[in-house]
């Protein structure tokens, strides 16, 4: 049943590709921006690049999520899923895969476009690469938790980066720990592992505290 949400869920982005492509053309967009802003000099773009793509990445990432289980709250099938005798946990597990799956996949194939147009050396797109996909994970989860709390509220879309961004400050800190570490010749095992372990973290305590908030809601 989890997976028969997760393929519908993507079945809908394929029929409906613009909230993703909008999210990765504001992940470039905004990192094309910023040399307009510190100026053309590649060191310092380089500088600022492993936090400029995190909080890129992840401004993007929250761009969908305020619709996550609004469209079905409101056609009621939301319900009749919650009444289907699949776990909460289990559906809002399948909804924040289905979202990393959307949103998450396309950012990183833009993350080299994106890394390089704010200079960062190459030797740092790899490590790129990994940390935002483990950070755009949590943020999949910590997301499918906002847009449970918030979902019916008035200003949802308000509130919603509200309750995330703050949770997702360690995230930041280690997947830009790890960009910097990667593109400056340094170790990015720690910060990689320390992301690794938020996520583990996550992929059991978020889908039941989402599970409860829509049980409740």
Known sequence: MAGHVFLRELRLALR??????AAVLFFVIVCALFPFGVGPSPEALARLAPGALVTAALLAALL???????????DGSLDLLLTSGLPPALLALAKAAAHWAVTGLPLLLAAPVASALLALPVEGWGVAVLALGLAS?????????????????????????????????????????????????????????????????????????????????
């Not at 409906?16 to 492509?21: D, G, V």
């Not at 969908?64 to 409101?74: H, I, M, T, V």
């Not at 995230?171 to 910097?180: L, N, R, S, T």
């Not at 990689?192 to 583990?200: G, I, K, S």
């Open 16 to 21: 409906h590709p613009a909230e993703a492509l």
């Open 64 to 74: 969908p999520l305020d619709r996550l289980f609004a469209g079905e709250a409101e």
């Open 137 to 217: 994970a949590v943020l999949s989860l910590l997301g499918t938790l906002g847009a449970a709390l918030t979902l019916g509220a008035r200003r949802g879309g308000v509130l919603l980066p509200l309750l995330v961004l703050p949770l997702a400050v360690p995230v930041v800190i280690f997947a830009a720990g790890a960009i910097e570490a990667g593109a400056g010749g340094g170790e990015p095992r720690p910060f990689l592992l320390l992301l690794a372990a938020f996520l583990a973290a996550a992929l059991p305590l978020a889908p039941l505290a989402t599970g409860a908030a829509l049980r409740e809601g």
